[in-house]
């Protein structure tokens, strides 16, 4: 059933799960003679259905762990970053997988893949599930990402409008009514 202020569905929920199926395999790929566990280092809040899903279908040991940071958009500096959950792990000489759920201007990673350098992360994975690249600000590619998606703020599968519809299984807009 869709929620009714949605105005489209982007990506069904299959669709997603094929999407997470093929990153699945690509860090399957990549990491599975690792000696150390990698760390999986999850964005909340946004990455939890993603990042579910996507560690079910991982086939080497690897660790767990999450970061929550607060991103001054606009003319702030990209040293303005305000770390609201930090890991519990130490990154130094670790492999890191860093899961999103969407780069936009690319900012909020930059900064976060800053604080990962910092901390003589050995190498870092970046991988996310949507990548809007019409309104990239900085030059920064995701390693990996499972979908791309054209100039809409979407909604549903860890996506957020004032907190809200993260629960849905699928992605979609937003109806203009119910935002402006
Ligand atoms: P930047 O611009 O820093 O953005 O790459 C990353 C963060 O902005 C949020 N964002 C969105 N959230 N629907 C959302 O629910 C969207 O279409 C959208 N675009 C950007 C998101 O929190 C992401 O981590
Ligand atoms: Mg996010």
């Given at each position: 059933m869709i929620d009714n202020r949605i105005d489209k569905v982007l990506l069904t929920a299959d669709e997603i799960e094929a999407g997470i199926n093929k990153c699945a395999q690509y860090i399957n790929k990549k990491f599975k003679q690792s000696k150390i566990p990698p760390l999986m280092v999850g964005v909340l809040k946004g990455c939890i259905p993603f990042l579910g899903r996507l560690i079910s279908k991982v086939e080497f040991d690897m660790e767990l762990d999450f970061i929550a940071v607060a991103s001054y958009h606009?003319?702030?500096?990209?040293?303005?970053?305000?770390?609201?959950?930090?890991?519990?792990?130490?990154?130094?000489?670790?492999?890191?997988?860093?899961?999103?759920?969407?780069?936009?201007?690319?900012?909020?990673?930059?900064?976060?893949?800053?604080?990962?350098?910092?901390?003589?992360?050995?190498?870092?994975?970046?991988?996310?599930?949507?990548?809007?690249?019409?309104?990239?600000?900085?030059?920064?590619?995701?390693?990996?990402?499972?979908?791309?998606?054209?100039?809409?703020?979407?909604?549903?599968?860890?996506?957020?409008?004032?907190?809200?519809f993260r629960n849905l299984p699928y992605i979609g807009v937003l109806k203009k009514s119910y935002y402006s």
């Amino acid at each position: 059933m869709i929620d009714n202020r949605i105005d489209k569905v982007l990506l069904t929920a299959d669709e997603i799960e094929a999407g997470i199926n093929k990153c699945a395999q690509y860090i399957n790929k990549k990491f599975k003679q690792s000696k150390i566990p990698p760390l999986m280092v999850g964005v909340l809040k946004g990455c939890i259905p993603f990042l579910g899903r996507l560690i079910s279908k991982v086939e080497f040991d690897m660790e767990l762990d999450f970061i929550a940071v607060a991103s001054y958009h606009g003319t702030e500096s990209t040293q303005n970053v305000k770390i609201v959950t930090d890991l519990a792990t130490d990154v130094k000489n670790r492999d890191v997988i860093l899961i999103e759920d969407i780069v936009d201007t690319a900012f909020t990673i930059h900064q976060i893949l800053e604080i990962f350098k910092n901390r003589q992360a050995k190498s870092i994975t970046f991988v996310t599930l949507l990548d809007k690249p019409s309104r990239r600000i900085l030059n920064l590619k995701p390693d990996y990402f499972c979908f791309t998606i054209p100039n809409y703020f979407v909604v549903g599968f860890g996506l957020d409008y004032n907190q809200k519809f993260r629960n849905l299984p699928y992605i979609g807009v937003l109806k203009k009514s119910y935002y402006s």
